[in-house]
C-alpha cells in the first residue's frame, strides 16, 4: 500500500494546534460530507455496512432498495432459505461469504440482543462478520462512535496532513483518538473521505484550492 507519511515535510505547527481549524475548515468545505449508504434504522444500517465491503456504497444502496422492503426484522433473514438470501444480495458481491454473516448476526441478534442492534464496539465485533471497522461505522452513526473509522481515504489524508506517522490502520487509529477531540469521531472521516475524493486526490492533489494547504506539510503551494 503507498505510503503518504513522507510527502508531510513543511513546518506548519504541532498538529494538536493544527487539529481544531482543520475540521472547522474541512466541515465549512464539506458541509455535505455523510454516509452515502441510505437506511432508515440501526437494523437497515448494520445491513448496508455489512453489504459495502468490496463494493461501492452506490452499488450497495441500489441493491438495498428493494432488500429492505422484503427483510424487514431480523427473524426475516432467517425466514427464507440460504441461497434466497444469497440470490438477493448477489449484486453486492462475495454473495455466499456476506449471507452467511448476515444469517449468524440476525440469530445473534434474536438470541442475545432482543432483535436490537447493540451500541458498543465490543458488542458489535461479537456479531459475525462484522469487523472492527463495520462496527466503528456502525457506532458512529448511531451517535455513540466509540473509534475513528481508518480508511484508504482517511489514512492517506492524516498521513498528508501530518496527524500520523504510522502505516498500520489501527495504529493509525491509535494516533487519531488521541488528536481529534471526541465529539468530532463521528464526523472527522467523513470529512476527510469527502475531502480526499473531491480534493486530495491519490495520486494528485489539488493543493492550489484545498482550504487546508495553510496548514498542511504536504501541501505544493
Ligand atoms: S490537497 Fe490539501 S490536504 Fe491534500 S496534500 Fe494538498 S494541501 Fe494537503
Excluded at 481544531?20 to 448494520?46: K, Q, W
Excluded at 454473516?101 to 440469530?107: A, H, W
Amino acid at each position: 500500500m503507498t505510503s503518504y507519511v513522507h510527502e508531510a515535510r513543511k513546518r506548519v505547527g504541532p498538529r494538536r494546534t493544527r487539529i481544531r481549524p482543520v475540521i472547522e475548515r474541512l466541515a465549512a468545505a464539506h458541509s455535505d460530507a455523510a454516509i452515502a449508504l441510505e437506511f432508515t434504522s440501526p437494523l437497515e444500517l448494520l445491513v448496508s455496512v455489512m453489504l459495502s465491503a468490496q463494493t461501492t456504497d452506490v452499488n450497495v444502496n441500489r441493491v438495498t432498495a428493494s432488500l429492505f422492503a422484503k427483510y424487514r426484522r431480523p427473524e426475516d433473514y432467517l425466514a427464507v432459505a440460504p441461497q434466497e438470501l444469497e440470490r438477493d444480495i448477489y449484486a453486492t458481491g462475495f454473495f455466499r461469504q456476506k449471507a452467511r454473516s448476515l444469517r449468524g448476526t440476525m440469530k445473534m441478534l434474536i438470541e442475545d440482543y432482543d432483535g436490537e442492534v447493540p451500541r458498543t464496539l465490543e458488542e458489535l465485533v461479537r456479531l459475525p462478520g462484522v469487523a472492527r471497522k463495520t462496527a466503528n461505522v456502525v457506532a458512529a452513526e448511531l451517535g455513540t462512535p466509540q473509534g475513528i473509522v481508518v480508511d484508504t481515504h482517511v489514512r492517506r489524508l492524516s498521513q498528508r496532513l501530518g496527524f500520523t506517522r504510522q502505516e498500520d490502520p489501527v495504529k493509525i487509529e491509535r494516533d487519531l483518538v488521541r488528536l481529534v477531540p471526541r465529539e468530532d469521531w463521528g464526523r472527522f472521516p467523513h470529512l476527510l473521505i469527502w475531502h480526499g475524493r473531491r480534493v486530495c486526490i491519490a495520486r494528485r492533489p489539488r493543493c492550489e484550492e484545498c482550504v487546508v494547504n495553510t496548514l498542511c506539510p504536504a501541501s505544493r503551494v
